[in-house]
Antibody, heavy 116, light 107 residues
Framework: VQLVESGGGLVKPGESLRLSCVASGFTFKDYYMTWIRQAPGKGLESISYISFGSRDINYADSVRGRFTISRDDTNNTLFLQMDSLTVEDTGVYYC??????????WGQGTRVTVSS | EVVLTQSPATLSLSPGEEVTLSCRASQSIRSNLAWYQQISGQPPRLLILGAFTRATGIPARFSGSGSGTEFTLTISSLQSEDFAVYYCQQYDSWPPGTFGQGTKLEI
């Protein structure tokens, strides 16, 4: 199992980023997937998840209305579209395979910095 | 929302010692608790699921116990690579599940 995130970077407040997570080594379409972020020096926050078939999607209050999760099962890729970014969105963003609640595999993370 | 409280926030120990970390849930989560280890600069790694089942490849010195609202992670004979931050996470109320705030083990 391998998860590889990309798309992070330095942006200004109000700008957008799109994160990607390419999965391999398992049947991607059969799993829930989750985005988890970690602010500098802080703990882990689950910010969004998407079910197999994309029927069940949800967001943490901190990102609802600004972030959009999606998946492309043909290309085994998970996405996170992040709009209206604020400095509070700064951190490392991890994608994780979600095995009925257990985050059993994690990517290495992609760093997002929001600063003027 | 289920709130997980980990204690203590930081522990200072020496290699070879045994340590027990605590995680308390604000309501019963049965045995739906996982533990993760995060070494500085790395992503978290799953250690324990179902409160006491070691994940694949996790050494036997890691053991989990508890059910309901009280859980512990014990590491016997600390190795240098065990000094890290440990998070508990409940998945009884899933999705999405919630994480504790972490316990840092330092030398």
């Amino acid at each position: 199992v391998q998860l590889v995130e990309s798309g992070g970077g330095l942006v200004k407040p109000g700008e957008s980023l799109r994160l990607s997570c390419v999965a391999s080594g398992f049947t991607f379409k059969d799993y829930y997937m989750t985005w988890i972020r970690q602010a500098p020096g802080k703990g882990l926050e689950s910010i969004s998840y998407i079910s197999f078939g994309s029927r069940d999607i949800n967001y943490a209050d901190s990102v609802r209305g600004r972030f959009t999760i999606s998946r492309d099962d043909t290309n085994n890729t998970l996405f996170l579209q992040m709009d209206s970014l604020t400095v509070e969105d700064t951190g490392v963003y991890y994608c994780a395979r979600d095995g009925w609640g257990v985050k059993d595999y994690w990517g290495q993370g992609t760093r997002v910095t929001v600063s003027s | 929302e289920v709130v997980l409280t980990q204690s203590p926030a930081t522990l200072s120990l020496s290699p070879g010692e045994e340590v027990t970390l605590s995680c308390r849930a604000s309501q019963s989560i049965r045995s739906n608790l996982a533990w993760y280890q995060q070494i500085s600069g790395q992503p978290p790694r799953l250690l324990i699921l179902g409160a006491f089942t070691r994940a694949t490849g996790i050494p036997a010195r890691f053991s989990g116990s508890g059910s309901g609202t009280e859980f512990t992670l014990t590491i016997s004979s600390l190795q240098s690579e065990d000094f890290a931050v440990y998070y508990c996470q409940q998945y009884d109320s899933w999705p999405p599940g919630t994480f504790g705030q972490g316990t840092k083990l330092e030398i």
